[in-house]
Structures are given as C-alpha cells and as structure tokens.
C-alpha cells in the first residue's frame, strides 16, 4: 500500500511549527555571526588601534628605560681652587605602578627614613600621571636608611634605592647667592619650552651661577634598559648609554678674597662686592645673611622651606643686585661730577655751612652740629658736607642729577649674568610725574643731592660708578665667567672681557675726583681717615643713609633694626686702581666706621700687602652722628 508522506510531514511536522523552528535557526544563526563580527572587531581595536598602548604597557611591565643623570660639571674659581663638586648619593624612589598596596608601602617606607608619611604623599601626589615613573622621596640616605631599606625589600614593592651624584657646595654658605643650587624642574620650566631636551625628574640650575650657565654645566643623561619582574624588581641590564658629564666652568671670583669678605662682614645682614675696575671681573660677592645651597640641592622638606621663607632676614634675597637702598653721601661722588661737567661749580666755589641750609618753609640739617665752616668741593667731600651739596643740587636740579646718574650706572640693572637683578632708582620731573602723577617740588631735589629721597641703587650699581672713576671714565659690564673646560676634549674657552665703554665726562674732572675721594681716607678730617692703609693709597667714599626720617638725636634711641645703613665705596691703588670695593652693612650706623674698614682689609687682603685679620667685631647700637664727627 502506497504511503502518503505528504500527510505524514504535515501529521509530524505541522507547517507552522517548521517555519517557527526556521526563524530561530536564522536568529541563533544571526546572533552567532554577530557575536563574531563583535569579537573580530574587539580584537581589531585591542590590536591595531590599541596596539602600540597595550605593547608598551606591557613592555613597561617587563622592560624599562631608565633615565641616568649625569654629572654635573664642576665650577672652579679664578685660581683654580674648587668651590663646587659633586659626590656620591643614595637616593630613595618609588614607582607607584609597582605597589599593590601603596598606602601600606608608603606607611611602612615611612617608619623606615623617619619621614612624616603626609610628606612622603605630597612629594607622590605631585607626580602619579605616569604609574611607572620613579618618583623622588629622598636624596643622600644615611647607609643605616639604605640597610633597612634593603633588608625589607621584600615587604616594599616599587621602592628602589639607587646610586647617584649629589651636588655639593665644598664650602656650605660661603658665595651661595652667586653659586646657587640646583633642583627638579617644575611643571612650568617643562611647559616654557626652554628644557625641550629634558624630561620629568630631570635635576637643573635654580639659581645662580647654576642656573645661569646650567646649560654649560647640566650635561646629557644616558639611559638603560632593565628587565623587571612583575614588582619592579630588576632582574638583569639588557643595554646602557652612559651619560655625559657636563662642562667645567670658572669664575672670576677669587676664593680667597671670598673668604676674606664672609669673615669680615661677620654675622650682620649686608652686602659686599669687589671688582677689578679694569676688565669688570666680580672678585667676591657677598650676601648675608645666606642660605646652605646643599640643603636645596638636595631637596628641602617643605618644614625648612617654610622656615627659609618666613625668615624676616630674607637669606634668598642677593642684596648685591635685588637690595634696592638709598646710597646716602657715596651718592655725592656722582654729584661732583655733575657739578664740574655742568660747569654750575668750579674746584674753587664755596658755600657757608653753618650746620643747616633753611629753604623754603623748613630746615635742611647737616650730618654734622656747627657746621663746616666754608667749603668748596674738594673739603665737601673729603668731610661730606650735606649742606654744600643741597646747594649744589639745588643749581644743578634733579634732571642733571638724573642725567649723570645714568651716566655712572645707577638706577638701572648692570647686566650681570644673574637672575632677577633690580634696577633701584634715579628719580626725575618725568619720573614722578608719570608715577606720582604730581609734579616735582625743588625740596626734594635737596634730599636727592645727599643720596636719599626717592633715589635707590644695588650694591652692584655702586660698585660700577665706582670703576668708571677708578679708570676715570671707562666701564666695563660685570663679568662672572672667565673660562670654560670642554669635558669631552679638555679644550679651554676662554671668556674675553667685553670692550669697556667711555662715558662723556672730562679727565679734569676725574683729576679733581681722585684727589678728593683719597682725601677722604688720607686727609686728618677725612670721614674714612680711621682706615688710612699703611701699605696702599686707597680712594673713597663714605655714607649713612637713613632708613627712617627722623630728627637729630634721634638714632641711639631707636631699635637697631631702623639704625642707618653703613656705606663705604673704594678703589685701590689710587694711582693704578687694581681692585674696587663697595661695603653695605644693613642698620651698621655710619660708614667710615663701619663700612670703610672692611673695605680695607680686602684692598690688603687682595693686593696681597698684608694677612687676612680677624673678624670685626659687631658693635650695636652704632652711635649717633653727634658723637662721630668724622663720619659723613
């Protein structure tokens, strides 16, 4: 019997429920191809777009490039003599990536080095956009530190100790504001675009003469690459580029005249530099009070940086070129040339000093109760008559005052190879008009003749007037480099002296000057005749600039801190100016007792006439002007 299949398809496999089995075999179908497209896709991104960042990162699990700082080149003085070197560290790091538990690492790294934790969290919060970059926590551990640190290397994943060069100031304070110190670059100094050629963690000059020539000295890192297991942990070098000292520099400074200079300013807040007028080379620099450049090199806690900060001494100022003070009576050297060249007086014009000049509504004093008697230029400046020069000033006014002030260098930055030096300031009708917005009243003119009013310099401004007398009217910029040694071929560069520059004032007048200023020291009545040399003739200038305006007898009742400034401006030999000096000591009283004999220790001391003295002694409250009638 013939069988129907055709009823049996439909009896067994009715044709709704085919086409319901159809639809999802094509669906399953569907999904399957779907969920494949999204795997290959998947695997297309995780390849080829995120290739490169999942290859690195794994690399970065297994292999590192470490970046190997380099020396730093050395820096030498004038003679030779080293004054800054570098020598072996430990320094701690820590590579956040590495650390499963970085809080429990952090705490317990923290019981090891004695480092309040919150310290060790601020120096890694700073710094954790890359995971795998080894962050600085601590230079120069002590080997009790690194022996503890490496006995619990296996409690401290992502912790590493490594061997590198420190910077190191061999003297400590002595020159820091001209030295400086170096640092890890900030985030801004990355962003400036003047350290293209360096990366995060990378150790720069921050001040000074190591962050003037920082390109000089810095060197080029090297590199190696490291095997490390999967805590950090090196397992062997697989490549090293060594890197490459920097190159050695030496300065113009004079090593022992330094000393000589620190020793005699002794403990009080001041400034000295000394030059040699011919070429502008800076023989020493002193700022004091000073700060320890190895401290900052070497990563200061922010304790000690608050404390440098707050500390009402301000050590990070450089007085010799950001002290901004009135120059007091040196200001009158700038006067008596104004005064010859402007033809308002002669050698021979005389003023009547009886001890004050009344003009206008009011009395000008001079420095000195009675009075000078009759003075021309010549006794003005060897006793430092006031009253003289508010005469003079008064004929000359404050715009020729201006005028041969900025012929001398004053009231303006000289262009020292330094950072941040300040221009002080030469006042004039302009100058007020424009900053004041009032005009100019002639009293005024009469506080600016003797260096006080709104007139302000820098030591370093001071010292430059002083050698365009020295070499009667030829300036030469400072000079802080005088050579370099090429660490890679040994080859030296030698830094020539900039051609010096001649200012429009006659050798007349000059004459005149020279007389003068050694009269200062050499004459009976000099204001500076106390430090008269035995062994050398020595031309200069004393002067006490108020810090506060006040009435006579005033000053021994005041609190030290407003005592005035003490001044002394020098060269030497008069005859053949070798060295020039200028002394600032900040609240010392008056100049020719405080001031002058430093300057003259160090016109010795670098003439090589006489052995380096003792410290001075500190003497406060200076006595008033009253009772030190030489003073001016």
Known sequence: MRKDHSIMRESYFPQEETRDLQSRIYWLFGLIVLALCGLLLRAWYLQVVKGKFYYELSENNRIRVVETPPPRGLIYDRNGALLVNNVPSFNLYVVLGDMPDQTAALSRLA???????????????????????????????????????????????????????????????????????????????????????????????????EQTFDAVIRGIPGQKRIEVDALGHEIRVLEVNEPQRGNDVFLTLDLNVQKVAEEALGGRNGAIVAMDPKNGEVLAMVSHPAFNPNLLSQGASSEAWEAILKDEGRPLTNRVIQGQYPPGSTFKIVMGAALLETKEASPASRVECRGFLHFGNRNFRDWKRGGHGTVDLHKAMVESCDVYFYEMGNRLGVDNIAKFSHLFGLGRPTGIELASEKGGLIPSTEWKRQARKEPWYPGETLSVSIGQGYVSTTPLQLAMMTNVVANKGVSHPPQLLKKIRNQETGSIEEIPTAEGKRIPISPETFRVLHASLAGVVSDPQGTANGSKSQFVSIGGKTGTAQVIGMKGGAHGKLPDKFNDHAWFVAF????????????????????????????????????GIAPPLEPITVKSPAPPPSAVPSEG
């Open 572 to 607: 030497a030999p008069v005859e053949n100016p070798k060295i020039s000096v200028v002394v600032l000591v900040e609240n010392g009283g008056h100049g020719g007792s405080t001031a002058a004999p430093i300057s003259k220790k160090l016109i010795e001391a670098y003439l």
């Open 111 to 209: 019981d090891l080095i004695a480092m309040p934790q919150e310290e060790i969290v601020r120096r890694v919060t700073f710094k954790k956009e890359d995971p795998f970059f080894p962050i600085k926590i601590k230079d120069d551990l002590t080997m009790k530190e690194v022996a503890m640190i490496e006995g619990h290397g296996l409690d401290l994943p992502g912790v590493k100790i490594e061997a590198e060069f420190k910077r190191n100031a061999i003297h400590g304070n002595l020159a820091a504001h001209l030295l400086g110190y170096v640092g890890e670059i900030t985030q801004a100094q990355l962003e400036s675009g003047s350290y293209q050629d360096l990366k995060r963690g990378g150790i720069i000059g921050q001040y000074g003469i």
